[in-house]
């Protein structure tokens, strides 16, 4: 990225001889995000500032592009805050949403997608994988009865990039979110996948730029680093997730073994190999946060990606969980840096700070005294 | 910016350190930027992935707020190219937008205005500067008439940022569009002033960043440079905008009285201190612009913020050129680095470079065939 800073910091789009260094670097990265996820042309990627604009772009982009055809939209009830938002807008537009449940693990249960389908429904948009609990979703099954009936099927795949195999050319798939900083590369970069065909308006307005689908002069330097990050992972796809599978499996078994009334959320085996998602009962999520931070350890409850609440996650509540079990929960993400020994070190540390806040929790007096 | 590569990559929206650290990055950002633009207080400013973004929400986001008190605005002429396409997306949406003209000089007629006013009118969006000839608004004139009509005022000061002082309280500015890389600060961040008690709706809808006005996880690094580019630039004000206008004006000086049938765009003196916009007889602006190219310099012609077009800047026809004045324009800008030894080398070059072409020039043998 550093010489985007620091020397060819010319416009793509100007005639002038830094512009054509620039539109070459943008060029290369889109073909690298292309070959990421299996696109058939590097064209059909369009770079966003993120994964939140990417998923506006597709859905009110692509909801308001082919409005005519009908104004029924279909997500999950475990869709990031950003899908569940945008669909709040949409429906002010006049949209009708349906919000397919999950099973106990996480999975959209498929019949009830089925059920929910209409001659209106003109859209679907399902993750990859949840962004808190890691269950990966039936992604080609879900594309079929897409196909099947004509509908657009968009897929927010910012959660599973780097750590599933992501192909939207097998997987059926018309619109896909990925985000550059969760494979490793800079904040400021996402991309939308817009397969060939597909229709959608603009949401930034303005020069042009990005075949008049973003506007705005790009942000080489961030797209740069982006391409450069979907170029390491693709490297590291043959080893990497296997590596943090047994990892994850170690923790899970470890935690589930050694600490009492713990329990995993999320599918055993259908999930990300990075995610760990726990529950213990008779404490909050949030005082184990804060115990493990004095100790130097970053773990989420609630839901990172959204702002600082401390709502209970609406993807634990869909799971089927008590608000006072959704509480209880942490998450446990591992990354391209954890190592065995940060593992049992957190191992070490963990039953403690559970046995102590189980000590001092009301909860746990009155489950004493049902005893 | 390193360190928000390098280490500190939490996000502010959570709750563990990482992002404890990013926040507080974030909020001296935010003090520094509005510091710059002299607005009351910080959280008047909302960052964006920039100036093109920042348009689209004060334009589209203060549109939609306040659609029921009226559905009329006003732009003028020779706006930046996002804004002339956001107000085609605002009539599409069931606006009215009116143009105003401007002048020989690119001064935005304020009787013109003064006539387009009507009940129904709820936004005037006015440049602070033009960027392609460098005219400087009369801001607080448009001000004082949109105030005392109750109308909002919108001024991207993008092209302005850094070369004149901009003051949003003295200057009765509601909605401020800025960009980062216009005061060498990094790509992807921008901001959108908006002043307090002054309604917008979000454009990217999503986690509730951004005081909900600007969804998505914020890219700390680039927010972080922004903020140092507008100290460093602060810190410059005092000298450096006259430095560069003793250059620019030894550059026009030479440029009109060394070469024949060479003139000025945009205004003799209300002018940004970096620009010199010149046209010459008989040549076209690409001819022009190919040939400094291969001698190594770097100059506009056209539009360089729109796409790859060859279409006459739509900025010098409102000026009341003809086509063929537009397109044998030239725009030389000057930064930070250009030095007067760098002009010298421009001044020994351009004379050649245009001579040559002319002799090459159908234009020219029949304007000696009229002689």
């Known amino acids: 990225m550093k010489p985007y800073f620091l020397e060819d910091f010319g416009n793509p789009s100007s005639l002038h001889e830094p512009g054509d260094v620039a ?13 990421f996820i299996n696109a058939g042309e590097a064209k059909e990627i369009i770079f966003t500032s993120g994964a939140t604009e990417s998923n506006n772009l597709a859905l009110i982009g692509y909801a308001m592009r082919n409005r005519k055809k009908g104004r029924h ?17 949409l429906q002010k537009q006049g949209f009708e949403i349906s ?36 269950t990966i979703q039936p992604i080609r099954e879900i594309s079929n009865m897409a196909q099947e009936h004509g509908i657009a099927f968009h897929v927010d795949a910012v959660a599973a990039e780097g750590l599933v195999p992501i192909d939207v050319q097998a997987g059926g798939i018309d619109l896909l979110t990925l985000s550059s900083n969760d494979i490793y590369g800079p904040r400021g970069a996402g991309a939308l996948y817009i397969k060939q065909g597909v229709r959608v308006n603009p949401i930034i307005i303005g020069g042009g730029q990005e075949r008049g689908l973003r506007s705005g002069t790009e942000d080489i330097a961030s797209i740069v680093g982006f391409g450069k990050a979907a170029r390491v992972i693709m490297e590291r796809m ?16 470890n935690i589930l073994s050694h600490i009492p009334k713990a329990y995993l959320n999320g599918h055993p085996t259908d999930r990300l190999p990075n995610n760990a998602h726990f529950r213990f009962d008779w404490i909050e999520g949030e005082s184990i946060l804060v115990n493990l931070k004095t100790l130097g350890v970053a773990v989420s409850t609630g839901s990172a990606c959204s702002s600082k609440t401390l709502q209970a996650s609406h993807t634990l509540i869909s799971l089927g969980l008590l608000h006072e079990e959704a509480h209880g929960s942490l998450e446990v993400t591992l990354g391209r840096w954890t190592t065995r020994e940060e593992i049992d070190a957190f191992l070490e540390i963990l039953p403690g700070v559970i046995s102590r806040l189980r000590s001092l929790s009301p909860l746990t007096k009155m489950e004493e005294l049902k005893e």
């Not at 475990?78 to 807008?89: D, L, P, Q, V």
């Not at 043959?238 to 078994?253: A, G, M, Q, T, V």
């Open 238 to 253: 043959p080893e990497e997730p296997s590596r943090l599978e047994k990892l994850r499996d170690y923790l899970i078994d």
């Open 99 to 134: 919000k397919v449940p999950v099973d106990y693990t996480g999975k959209v249960r498929l019949e009830k997608l089925q059920e929910r389908l209409r001659e209106d429904t003109i859209l679907i948009s399902i993750q990859h994988a949840n962004n808190e609990i890691g």
């Open 73 to 89: 939209v279909i997500i999950s009830e475990i869709e990031h805050i950003s899908i569940h938002n945008i669909a709040k807008y």
């Open 23 to 35: 539109s070459r670097a943008l060029e290369k990265a889109r073909r690298d995000v292309a070959r």
